[in-house]
Protein backbone atom coordinates (compact mmCIF):
# COMPACT_ATOMS: atom_id res chain seq x y z
CA UNK A 1 0.00 0.00 0.00
CA UNK A 2 1.58 3.77 -0.53
CA UNK A 3 0.85 6.63 1.56
CA UNK A 4 -0.59 9.43 -0.63
CA UNK A 5 -0.54 13.21 1.00
CA UNK A 6 -2.28 15.66 -1.67
CA UNK A 7 -3.01 19.19 -1.31
CA UNK A 8 -5.77 20.94 -3.44
CA UNK A 9 -4.38 24.62 -4.42
CA UNK A 10 -6.36 26.21 -1.89
CA UNK A 11 -5.13 24.33 0.68
CA UNK A 12 -1.41 25.05 0.15
CA UNK A 13 -1.98 28.88 -0.41
CA UNK A 14 -3.84 28.21 3.17
CA UNK A 15 -0.86 26.81 4.57
CA UNK A 16 1.81 28.94 2.64
CA UNK A 17 0.14 32.28 4.47
CA UNK A 18 -0.21 30.30 8.32
CA UNK A 19 3.68 29.51 7.20
CA UNK A 20 4.12 33.41 6.05
CA UNK A 21 2.60 34.47 8.99
CA UNK A 22 4.11 32.81 11.82
CA UNK A 23 7.69 33.27 10.44
CA UNK A 24 6.73 37.20 9.97
CA UNK A 25 5.71 37.40 13.40
CA UNK A 26 8.71 35.61 14.98
CA UNK A 27 10.82 38.14 13.20
CA UNK A 28 8.89 41.22 14.66
CA UNK A 29 9.25 39.53 18.20
CA UNK A 30 12.85 38.94 17.61
CA UNK A 31 13.02 35.07 17.21
CA UNK A 32 15.51 35.71 14.38
CA UNK A 33 18.03 37.42 15.90
CA UNK A 34 21.98 35.98 15.79
CA UNK A 35 21.08 34.88 12.48
CA UNK A 36 22.81 37.50 10.55
CA UNK A 37 21.96 38.21 7.44
CA UNK A 38 18.75 35.87 7.30
CA UNK A 39 17.06 38.89 9.57
CA UNK A 40 17.82 41.21 6.79
CA UNK A 41 16.30 39.00 4.12
CA UNK A 42 13.44 37.85 6.34
CA UNK A 43 12.56 41.81 6.74
CA UNK A 44 12.29 42.95 3.32
CA UNK A 45 10.49 39.34 2.26
CA UNK A 46 8.34 40.15 4.95
CA UNK A 47 7.26 43.76 3.54
CA UNK A 48 7.18 42.76 -0.15
CA UNK A 49 4.81 39.32 0.60
CA UNK A 50 2.55 41.96 2.83
CA UNK A 51 2.21 44.62 0.23
CA UNK A 52 1.39 42.37 -2.26
CA UNK A 53 -0.57 40.65 -0.39
CA UNK A 54 -2.54 43.77 0.45
CA UNK A 55 -2.70 45.21 -3.10
CA UNK A 56 -4.67 41.92 -3.78
CA UNK A 57 -7.01 42.64 -1.20
CA UNK A 58 -7.56 46.25 -1.39
CA UNK A 59 -10.91 46.48 -1.30
CA UNK A 60 -10.64 45.22 2.57
CA UNK A 61 -7.12 46.88 3.42
CA UNK A 62 -9.35 50.56 2.44
CA UNK A 63 -11.98 49.45 4.57
CA UNK A 64 -10.30 48.73 7.93
CA UNK A 65 -8.12 51.97 7.24
CA UNK A 66 -11.15 54.21 7.35
CA UNK A 67 -11.51 52.26 10.57
CA UNK A 68 -8.40 53.66 12.27
CA UNK A 69 -8.09 57.24 11.10
CA UNK A 70 -6.55 58.39 14.18
CA UNK A 71 -3.95 55.34 14.26
CA UNK A 72 -2.94 55.70 10.69
CA UNK A 73 -2.73 59.39 11.46
CA UNK A 74 0.09 58.83 14.35
CA UNK A 75 1.45 56.55 11.58
CA UNK A 76 1.79 58.78 8.96
CA UNK A 77 3.21 61.45 11.48
CA UNK A 78 5.96 59.64 12.54
CA UNK A 79 6.67 58.45 8.54
CA UNK A 80 7.05 62.07 7.57
CA UNK A 81 8.79 63.15 10.30
CA UNK A 82 12.09 63.23 8.37
CA UNK A 83 11.21 66.70 6.96
CA UNK A 84 11.57 68.53 10.32
CA UNK A 85 14.55 66.49 11.82
CA UNK A 86 17.48 67.46 12.95
CA UNK A 87 19.31 64.01 11.37
CA UNK A 88 17.32 63.50 8.21
CA UNK A 89 19.85 60.63 7.04
CA UNK A 90 18.93 58.70 10.26
CA UNK A 91 15.42 59.52 10.39
CA UNK A 92 14.69 58.40 6.45
CA UNK A 93 16.40 55.15 7.57
CA UNK A 94 14.24 54.44 10.49
CA UNK A 95 10.75 55.37 8.93
CA UNK A 96 10.90 52.34 6.73
CA UNK A 97 9.97 50.51 10.22
CA UNK A 98 6.55 52.16 10.25
CA UNK A 99 5.97 51.11 6.74
CA UNK A 100 7.10 47.40 7.57
CA UNK A 101 4.85 47.11 10.65
CA UNK A 102 1.64 48.57 9.37
CA UNK A 103 2.08 46.91 6.33
CA UNK A 104 2.33 43.63 8.06
CA UNK A 105 -0.04 44.58 10.94
CA UNK A 106 -2.24 45.06 8.57
CA UNK A 107 -2.63 41.96 6.33
CA UNK A 108 -2.95 40.21 9.52
CA UNK A 109 -5.85 42.20 9.98
CA UNK A 110 -7.28 41.38 6.39
CA UNK A 111 -6.26 37.96 6.25
CA UNK A 112 -7.41 36.23 9.82
CA UNK A 113 -10.33 36.61 12.36
CA UNK A 114 -9.29 37.36 15.85
CA UNK A 115 -8.99 34.22 17.01
CA UNK A 116 -6.52 33.34 13.97
CA UNK A 117 -4.64 35.89 14.76
CA UNK A 118 -4.21 34.63 18.30
CA UNK A 119 -3.32 31.48 17.44
CA UNK A 120 -0.81 32.59 15.06
CA UNK A 121 0.90 35.04 17.53
CA UNK A 122 1.28 32.25 20.50
CA UNK A 123 2.57 29.85 17.79
CA UNK A 124 5.03 32.05 16.50
CA UNK A 125 6.22 32.90 20.76
CA UNK A 126 6.36 28.89 21.62
CA UNK A 127 9.20 29.20 18.62
CA UNK A 128 10.72 31.99 20.26
CA UNK A 129 11.08 30.67 23.66
CA UNK A 130 12.44 27.59 22.29
CA UNK A 131 15.18 29.11 20.45
CA UNK A 132 15.91 30.97 23.67
CA UNK A 133 16.26 27.92 26.02
CA UNK A 134 18.32 26.57 22.65
CA UNK A 135 20.93 29.71 23.08
CA UNK A 136 20.18 29.85 27.04
CA UNK A 137 21.38 26.43 27.43
CA UNK A 138 24.31 26.94 25.12
CA UNK A 139 25.04 29.95 27.47
CA UNK A 140 25.10 32.35 24.82
CA UNK A 141 21.37 33.18 25.93
CA UNK A 142 22.22 34.02 29.92
CA UNK A 143 23.92 37.55 31.00
CA UNK A 144 27.39 36.49 31.59
CA UNK A 145 28.18 39.46 34.66
CA UNK A 146 27.19 42.30 36.09
CA UNK A 147 23.94 42.03 38.19
CA UNK A 148 22.31 40.01 35.77
CA UNK A 149 24.53 37.42 35.71
CA UNK A 150 22.98 33.73 35.42
CA UNK A 151 19.78 35.46 34.25
CA UNK A 152 18.34 34.04 30.98
CA UNK A 153 17.88 36.48 27.88
CA UNK A 154 17.55 33.90 25.17
CA UNK A 155 18.03 35.37 21.52
CA UNK A 156 17.42 39.04 22.83
CA UNK A 157 19.47 42.06 24.11
CA UNK A 158 18.46 41.72 27.74
CA UNK A 159 16.53 39.80 29.98
CA UNK A 160 13.49 42.37 29.94
CA UNK A 161 13.45 41.92 26.59
CA UNK A 162 12.87 38.23 26.98
CA UNK A 163 10.54 39.04 29.71
CA UNK A 164 8.37 41.28 27.61
CA UNK A 165 7.66 38.43 24.89
CA UNK A 166 6.77 35.99 27.11
CA UNK A 167 4.48 37.98 29.30
CA UNK A 168 2.59 39.01 25.75
CA UNK A 169 2.82 34.72 25.43
CA UNK A 170 1.30 34.27 28.46
CA UNK A 171 -1.65 36.22 28.08
CA UNK A 172 -2.41 34.65 24.47
CA UNK A 173 -2.08 31.10 26.09
CA UNK A 174 -4.18 32.71 28.59
CA UNK A 175 -7.35 32.98 26.48
CA UNK A 176 -6.72 30.09 24.28
CA UNK A 177 -7.21 28.05 27.64
CA UNK A 178 -10.49 28.99 28.05
CA UNK A 179 -11.44 28.15 24.84
CA UNK A 180 -13.19 25.09 24.19
CA UNK A 181 -12.36 24.65 20.49
CA UNK A 182 -8.77 24.15 21.52
CA UNK A 183 -6.56 22.17 23.23
CA UNK A 184 -6.41 22.92 26.29
CA UNK A 185 -3.45 20.36 27.19
CA UNK A 186 -1.10 22.42 24.96
CA UNK A 187 -2.62 25.97 25.97
CA UNK A 188 -1.82 24.65 29.45
CA UNK A 189 1.71 23.51 28.31
CA UNK A 190 2.10 26.36 26.54
CA UNK A 191 0.87 28.59 29.16
CA UNK A 192 3.53 26.89 31.42
CA UNK A 193 6.26 27.39 29.35
CA UNK A 194 6.07 31.25 28.88
CA UNK A 195 5.87 31.23 32.99
CA UNK A 196 9.34 29.23 32.93
CA UNK A 197 10.88 31.92 30.82
CA UNK A 198 9.70 34.43 32.55
CA UNK A 199 11.00 32.85 36.02
CA UNK A 200 14.79 32.36 34.21
CA UNK A 201 15.17 35.74 33.36
CA UNK A 202 14.83 36.77 36.95
CA UNK A 203 11.54 39.53 36.17
CA UNK A 204 9.30 40.06 38.66
CA UNK A 205 7.51 43.09 36.72
CA UNK A 206 6.59 39.91 34.17
CA UNK A 207 5.30 37.35 37.18
CA UNK A 208 2.88 40.46 38.63
CA UNK A 209 2.00 41.53 34.89
CA UNK A 210 0.36 38.30 34.40
CA UNK A 211 -1.60 37.92 38.05
CA UNK A 212 -3.01 41.12 36.42
CA UNK A 213 -3.69 39.85 33.30
CA UNK A 214 -5.68 37.10 35.16
CA UNK A 215 -7.35 39.13 37.28
CA UNK A 216 -8.11 41.46 34.15
CA UNK A 217 -9.72 38.53 32.39
CA UNK A 218 -12.17 37.60 35.02
CA UNK A 219 -13.00 40.76 35.52
CA UNK A 220 -14.23 41.90 32.22
CA UNK A 221 -16.04 38.98 32.25
CA UNK A 222 -18.69 41.01 34.24
CA UNK A 223 -19.42 43.15 31.09
CA UNK A 224 -21.72 39.55 29.66
CA UNK A 225 -23.81 39.32 33.21
CA UNK A 226 -26.00 42.24 31.42
CA UNK A 227 -27.51 43.10 35.00
CA UNK A 228 -27.45 45.27 37.73
CA UNK A 229 -24.67 43.70 39.66
CA UNK A 230 -22.36 44.74 36.92
CA UNK A 231 -23.32 48.25 36.95
CA UNK A 232 -22.67 48.39 40.38
CA UNK A 233 -19.23 46.59 39.64
CA UNK A 234 -18.52 48.88 37.33
CA UNK A 235 -19.40 52.26 39.22
CA UNK A 236 -17.46 50.83 42.39
CA UNK A 237 -14.28 50.69 40.48
CA UNK A 238 -14.78 54.01 38.52
CA UNK A 239 -15.70 55.34 41.71
CA UNK A 240 -12.71 54.56 43.61
CA UNK A 241 -10.02 54.46 41.08
CA UNK A 242 -9.80 58.17 40.79
CA UNK A 243 -9.12 58.67 44.75
CA UNK A 244 -6.80 55.75 45.15
CA UNK A 245 -5.12 56.98 42.15
CA UNK A 246 -4.46 60.17 43.76
CA UNK A 247 -3.70 59.23 46.85
CA UNK A 248 -1.21 56.66 45.21
CA UNK A 249 0.86 58.88 43.61
CA UNK A 250 0.67 61.93 46.57
CA UNK A 251 2.58 59.96 48.43
CA UNK A 252 4.93 58.32 46.00
CA UNK A 253 8.12 58.44 47.31
CA UNK A 254 6.62 56.93 50.57
CA UNK A 255 5.01 54.65 49.40
CA UNK A 256 7.79 53.13 47.34
CA UNK A 257 10.59 53.82 49.96
CA UNK A 258 8.38 51.49 52.34
CA UNK A 259 8.41 48.78 49.33
CA UNK A 260 12.11 48.86 49.41
CA UNK A 261 12.32 50.00 46.00
CA UNK A 262 13.82 53.37 44.11
CA UNK A 263 11.15 56.45 43.80
CA UNK A 264 12.81 57.50 40.91
CA UNK A 265 12.57 53.61 39.48
CA UNK A 266 15.75 53.31 38.80
CA UNK A 267 16.21 56.93 37.32
CA UNK A 268 13.44 56.54 34.65
CA UNK A 269 11.40 59.72 36.81
CA UNK A 270 14.43 61.94 36.30
CA UNK A 271 14.60 60.96 32.50
CA UNK A 272 10.52 61.67 32.11
CA UNK A 273 11.44 65.21 33.94
CA UNK A 274 14.28 66.05 31.72
CA UNK A 275 12.77 64.70 28.57
CA UNK A 276 9.49 67.38 29.40
CA UNK A 277 11.65 70.11 29.48
CA UNK A 278 12.80 69.61 25.55
CA UNK A 279 8.91 69.30 24.38
CA UNK A 280 8.55 72.94 23.96
CA UNK A 281 11.04 72.80 21.41
CA UNK A 282 9.15 70.57 19.11
CA UNK A 283 5.59 70.67 20.97
CA UNK A 284 3.62 69.98 17.82
CA UNK A 285 4.86 67.11 15.76
CA UNK A 286 8.25 66.20 18.16
CA UNK A 287 11.67 65.71 17.11
CA UNK A 288 11.48 63.28 14.74
CA UNK A 289 11.52 59.63 14.29
CA UNK A 290 14.87 58.04 16.61
CA UNK A 291 16.01 61.94 16.60
CA UNK A 292 15.53 62.79 20.71
CA UNK A 293 18.16 59.10 21.26
CA UNK A 294 20.26 59.85 18.70
CA UNK A 295 23.72 59.39 19.15
CA UNK A 296 25.23 62.50 17.35
CA UNK A 297 23.35 64.95 19.30
CA UNK A 298 23.32 65.76 23.33
CA UNK A 299 19.55 65.08 24.50
CA UNK A 300 20.68 61.60 25.49
CA UNK A 301 24.33 62.98 27.26
CA UNK A 302 22.06 65.30 28.66
CA UNK A 303 19.43 62.91 29.87
CA UNK A 304 22.19 60.34 31.57
CA UNK A 305 23.53 64.00 33.30
CA UNK A 306 20.34 64.17 34.71
CA UNK A 307 20.22 60.31 36.30
CA UNK A 308 23.57 60.08 37.52
CA UNK A 309 25.16 63.42 37.50
CA UNK A 310 27.50 62.84 34.71
CA UNK A 311 27.15 61.86 31.46
CA UNK A 312 29.54 59.66 29.04
CA UNK A 313 33.05 61.05 27.85
CA UNK A 314 33.20 58.23 25.08
CA UNK A 315 31.95 55.15 23.45
CA UNK A 316 34.09 53.31 26.49
CA UNK A 317 32.62 54.84 29.58
CA UNK A 318 30.59 53.08 31.52
CA UNK A 319 28.45 56.26 32.36
CA UNK A 320 25.08 55.84 31.32
CA UNK A 321 23.27 56.94 28.72
CA UNK A 322 19.82 56.13 28.06
CA UNK A 323 18.88 54.63 24.81
CA UNK A 324 15.09 55.76 24.74
CA UNK A 325 12.93 57.38 27.67
CA UNK A 326 12.41 53.80 29.05
CA UNK A 327 8.22 54.81 28.57
CA UNK A 328 6.19 54.77 25.67
CA UNK A 329 4.12 57.64 26.05
CA UNK A 330 7.11 59.80 26.48
CA UNK A 331 8.91 58.31 23.52
CA UNK A 332 5.73 58.84 21.07
CA UNK A 333 5.35 62.77 22.78
CA UNK A 334 9.40 63.25 21.68
CA UNK A 335 8.72 61.37 18.62
CA UNK A 336 5.11 62.90 17.06
CA UNK A 337 4.35 65.70 19.81
CA UNK A 338 1.11 66.30 20.87
CA UNK A 339 -0.73 65.97 17.84
CA UNK A 340 1.01 62.26 17.71
CA UNK A 341 -0.04 61.65 21.18
CA UNK A 342 -3.18 62.93 20.90
CA UNK A 343 -4.04 60.16 18.11
CA UNK A 344 -2.71 57.68 19.89
CA UNK A 345 -4.92 58.56 22.67
CA UNK A 346 -8.31 58.97 21.03
CA UNK A 347 -6.98 55.54 18.84
CA UNK A 348 -6.91 53.74 22.06
CA UNK A 349 -10.41 54.75 23.03
CA UNK A 350 -11.95 53.89 20.46
CA UNK A 351 -10.38 50.59 20.76
CA UNK A 352 -11.89 50.23 24.08
CA UNK A 353 -15.05 51.33 23.35
CA UNK A 354 -14.98 48.72 20.18
CA UNK A 355 -13.85 46.39 22.63
CA UNK A 356 -16.42 46.23 25.36
CA UNK A 357 -19.01 46.65 22.71
CA UNK A 358 -17.66 43.35 21.15
CA UNK A 359 -17.38 41.71 24.62
CA UNK A 360 -21.15 42.24 25.31
CA UNK A 361 -22.91 40.89 22.43
CA UNK A 362 -20.66 38.28 21.87
CA UNK A 363 -19.94 35.19 23.69
CA UNK A 364 -16.23 33.98 22.63
CA UNK A 365 -13.32 33.89 24.41
CA UNK A 366 -10.84 35.68 21.74
CA UNK A 367 -12.71 38.33 22.33
CA UNK A 368 -11.47 39.15 25.62
CA UNK A 369 -8.03 39.31 23.59
CA UNK A 370 -8.04 42.75 22.47
CA UNK A 371 -8.05 44.06 26.36
CA UNK A 372 -6.34 41.40 27.59
CA UNK A 373 -3.45 42.61 25.15
CA UNK A 374 -4.09 46.64 25.76
CA UNK A 375 -3.81 45.68 29.36
CA UNK A 376 -0.06 44.08 29.34
CA UNK A 377 0.36 47.09 26.53
CA UNK A 378 -0.69 49.97 28.75
CA UNK A 379 1.14 48.45 32.06
CA UNK A 380 4.68 47.99 29.93
CA UNK A 381 5.36 51.12 28.16
CA UNK A 382 4.83 52.96 31.67
CA UNK A 383 8.54 51.62 32.14
CA UNK A 384 9.62 50.47 28.81
CA UNK A 385 9.26 51.45 25.27
CA UNK A 386 6.75 49.25 23.54
CA UNK A 387 5.17 51.57 21.32
CA UNK A 388 6.80 52.75 17.79
CA UNK A 389 10.25 51.95 19.67
CA UNK A 390 12.21 50.21 16.23
CA UNK A 391 10.29 46.89 14.67
CA UNK A 392 8.60 45.18 17.53
CA UNK A 393 5.12 42.43 17.55
CA UNK A 394 3.59 44.48 20.10
CA UNK A 395 2.96 47.29 17.84
CA UNK A 396 1.81 45.14 14.91
CA UNK A 397 -0.53 43.04 17.25
CA UNK A 398 -1.94 46.44 18.46
CA UNK A 399 -1.85 47.39 14.30
CA UNK A 400 -3.91 44.58 13.51
CA UNK A 401 -6.43 44.31 16.52
CA UNK A 402 -6.69 47.43 16.18
CA UNK A 403 -8.44 47.14 12.35
CA UNK A 404 -10.04 43.78 13.60
CA UNK A 405 -11.71 44.92 16.71
CA UNK A 406 -14.77 47.04 15.54
CA UNK A 407 -18.19 44.85 15.01
CA UNK A 408 -18.57 43.88 11.13
CA UNK A 409 -15.06 44.11 10.31
CA UNK A 410 -14.86 40.49 10.85
CA UNK A 411 -18.11 39.33 8.87
CA UNK A 412 -16.06 40.76 5.48
CA UNK A 413 -13.18 37.91 6.23
CA UNK A 414 -15.85 35.53 5.04
CA UNK A 415 -14.65 35.72 1.14
CA UNK A 416 -11.11 34.10 1.96
CA UNK A 417 -9.96 30.84 3.16
CA UNK A 418 -9.56 30.19 7.08
CA UNK A 419 -7.00 28.58 9.54
CA UNK A 420 -10.05 25.77 10.70
CA UNK A 421 -12.70 27.52 7.66
CA UNK A 422 -13.96 29.37 10.48
CA UNK A 423 -14.85 33.28 10.99
CA UNK A 424 -16.19 35.07 13.42
CA UNK A 425 -20.42 34.28 13.50
CA UNK A 426 -22.42 37.36 14.30
CA UNK A 427 -24.69 37.38 17.63
CA UNK A 428 -27.73 37.01 15.04
CA UNK A 429 -27.95 34.85 12.43
CA UNK A 430 -28.92 36.42 8.75
CA UNK A 431 -30.99 34.76 6.09
CA UNK A 432 -29.89 34.94 2.56
CA UNK A 433 -32.05 37.45 1.88
CA UNK A 434 -31.53 39.68 4.55
CA UNK A 435 -27.48 39.65 3.53
CA UNK A 436 -28.83 40.89 0.10
CA UNK A 437 -30.93 43.45 2.18
CA UNK A 438 -27.54 44.69 4.15
CA UNK A 439 -25.55 44.99 0.99
CA UNK A 440 -27.95 47.22 -0.43
CA UNK A 441 -28.58 49.21 2.61
CA UNK A 442 -32.51 48.93 2.65
CA UNK A 443 -32.80 48.77 6.36
CA UNK A 444 -37.14 48.51 5.73
CA UNK A 445 -36.64 45.75 3.56
CA UNK A 446 -34.43 44.26 6.62
CA UNK A 447 -37.37 45.02 9.02
CA UNK A 448 -39.83 43.48 6.86
CA UNK A 449 -37.56 40.05 5.95
CA UNK A 450 -36.89 39.65 9.55
CA UNK A 451 -40.41 39.91 10.68
CA UNK A 452 -41.45 37.13 8.26
CA UNK A 453 -38.57 35.34 8.89
CA UNK A 454 -39.71 35.11 12.83
CA UNK A 455 -43.25 34.31 11.96
CA UNK A 456 -42.50 31.25 9.97
CA UNK A 457 -40.21 29.50 12.30
CA UNK A 458 -40.45 31.55 15.92
CA UNK A 459 -38.75 28.63 17.48
CA UNK A 460 -36.04 27.21 15.27
CA UNK A 461 -32.64 27.95 15.72
CA UNK A 462 -30.01 28.19 13.00
CA UNK A 463 -27.00 25.78 12.84
CA UNK A 464 -24.58 28.82 13.16
CA UNK A 465 -26.52 30.10 16.24
CA UNK A 466 -25.95 26.55 18.10
CA UNK A 467 -22.79 26.34 17.17
CA UNK A 468 -22.17 30.07 18.95
CA UNK A 469 -24.03 29.08 21.62
CA UNK A 470 -21.80 25.75 22.69
CA UNK A 471 -19.12 28.13 22.81
CA UNK A 472 -19.81 30.49 25.35
CA UNK A 473 -17.79 31.39 27.49
CA UNK A 474 -18.95 30.82 31.09
Known amino acids: MTLRISFTAK ?9 FAIVGIMFFAGGFNKLGGLVTLARYGIFLVSCILLFLRWEMTIYLLKGIPFLALLSSISFVSF ?7 ETMVAVREILYMSAFGLYLATRYTLREQLMLLCAALQLCALRSLYEALLGSGVHGGGKFAGLWKGVYHHKNDLAAI ?12 FDRNFNRLLAAGGLGFMIFMILMSGSKSGLVNIFVLVGALFLL ?22 PVTTVFFSNWDNIMEGLGKDPTLSGRTEIWSYAMTQIPKHPYFGFGRKVFWNKRLNYRVEAGLAVVGEGP ?24 GFVGLGCLGLSILLFIIRTVKRIYVTETPEDFWPLIFLTFFMMYNFTESLILLGENVFWITYVALASNVRIGAQKRLFET ?19 EAIRSGKSTQISQISQAT ?4 PQTRTSSQRRYSSERFR
Do not use: C
Request: no cysteine.
Open 454 to 457: QAKA
Open 83 to 89: YWSEVQS
Open 313 to 336: RNLLSGTYAPPHAHNGFVDTLLET
Open 166 to 177: MTLGSGGHLILL
Open 221 to 242: RTIRWRNLLMIIIFATLIGTAI
Open 11 to 19: QAIQWTEIV
Open 417 to 435: PSIRERSLQPAISFTTPQQ
